[in-house]
Each structure stands twice: as structure tokens, then as C-alpha cells.
């Protein structure tokens, strides 16, 4: 997820201010927090030190950067969803079906390795923008390019 980051940034039209910090948060079952605190000590994106942030539901994930939406949300994955709205929150999860339910990235296994795809639709609907580096190494990638074209 950490990676991702590196490949994102804020399109044209986007409002409101970034903390001073890159928050990736997780939402649900926390079984990555850990390793992700590894990876990212005194790591920082776009001159903002990157931090774990736990949060207690999607509403308080709308001030992150990118949410972990764990699979064990089930059936409040879409009310998740629906409570992020077009904020520019770049949604990840492990959750089958994610990308149908709407959210950005999905982890898959393919051949024995975690790889990700990626659903524009659902970035298209935010200010966020994904780096073409980033769409040309997922395993699948959904939905049509945003009209500003990619870096």
C-alpha cells in the first residue's frame, strides 16, 4: 500500500486542504498495521512524514489519504463506500468483489503471489489520479482512463 502512494497525487479540482501528515489508514481487522509500520518509519511522500492510522468507520476514514478496507467489513463494505462518497480517499482491500462494490484497488492472488487491480471508474469519481506506472504493473485494471489522461 505504501506503494501506491508514490504513485498517486491530487488532480485538477481538488479542494480542501492535506494534514501535515500521509495518512494510510485501516478500517476493520487489523492484520497489516504492523508490517505497514515497519515499511514506513521515516518514510515520507510529497514532504509529509507517513504515519498507520486505526479508524473506527469509513466517516473517519474520509481524512486519509488511502483506507485499508479489510474484508472482514462483509457486509457493510458498500455502506463504507457510500460514506467515503467522491472524497479523495484512495480505497484498497483484500475483500472479494471489491472493485465491484465500488472501491479503487483490490488485492488478488495470481499464481501463489498478492498482486493488485484497479477500478477507474471508481478512482474517476474523485480528484485522485494513478500514475500510468502504477495501472501498467496491476493484474487488471477496469474502466476508462480519466479525459486529463494519466502521467
Request: include cysteine; proline fraction near 3%; glycine fraction near 10%.
Given at each position: 500500500?505504501?506503494?501506491?502512494?508514490?504513485?498517486?497525487?491530487?488532480?485538477?479540482?481538488?479542494?480542501?486542504?492535506?494534514?501535515?501528515?500521509?495518512?494510510?489508514?485501516?478500517?476493520?481487522?487489523?492484520?497489516?498495521?504492523?508490517q505497514?509500520?515497519?515499511?514506513?518509519?521515516?518514510?515520507?511522500?510529497?514532504?509529509?512524514?507517513?504515519?498507520?492510522?486505526?479508524?473506527?468507520?469509513?466517516?473517519?476514514?474520509?481524512?486519509?489519504?488511502?483506507?485499508?478496507?479489510?474484508?472482514?467489513?462483509?457486509?457493510?463494505?458498500?455502506?463504507?463506500?457510500?460514506?467515503?462518497?467522491?472524497?479523495?480517499?484512495?480505497?484498497?482491500?483484500?475483500?472479494?468483489?471489491?472493485?465491484?462494490?465500488?472501491g479503487?484497488?483490490?488485492?488478488?492472488?495470481v499464481?501463489?503471489?498478492?498482486?493488485?487491480?484497479?477500478?477507474?471508474?471508481?478512482?474517476?469519481?474523485?480528484?485522485?489520479?494513478?500514475?500510468?506506472?502504477?495501472?501498467?504493473?496491476?493484474?487488471?485494471?477496469?474502466?476508462?482512463?480519466?479525459?486529463?489522461?494519466?502521467?
Open positions: 500500500m505504501f506503494d501506491f502512494a508514490r504513485f498517486m497525487r491530487l488532480g485538477e479540482g481538488a479542494t480542501g486542504s492535506r494534514s501535515a501528515t500521509f495518512d494510510i489508514c485501516i478500517l476493520g481487522h487489523d492484520y497489516i498495521g504492523r505497514l509500520e515497519a515499511i514506513i518509519v521515516n518514510q515520507s511522500i510529497g514532504g509529509r512524514q507517513v504515519r498507520t492510522v486505526r479508524v473506527e468507520d469509513a466517516y473517519a476514514g474520509r481524512g486519509c489519504d488511502i483506507l485499508f478496507i479489510s474484508a472482514d467489513e462483509g457486509d457493510g463494505m458498500q455502506a463504507d463506500l457510500a460514506a467515503l462518497g467522491k472524497v479523495d480517499v484512495l480505497t484498497v482491500s483484500d475483500a472479494p468483489d471489491f472493485l465491484k462494490e465500488g479503487m484497488v483490490q488485492f488478488v492472488v499464481d501463489n503471489h498478492v498482486r493488485f487491480a484497479v477500478n477507474l471508474d471508481a478512482v474517476n469519481r474523485t480528484h485522485l489520479v494513478l500514475s500510468s506506472e502504477l495501472l501498467r504493473v496491476a493484474s487488471a485494471v477496469t474502466g476508462k482512463p480519466p479525459a486529463e489522461g494519466l502521467p
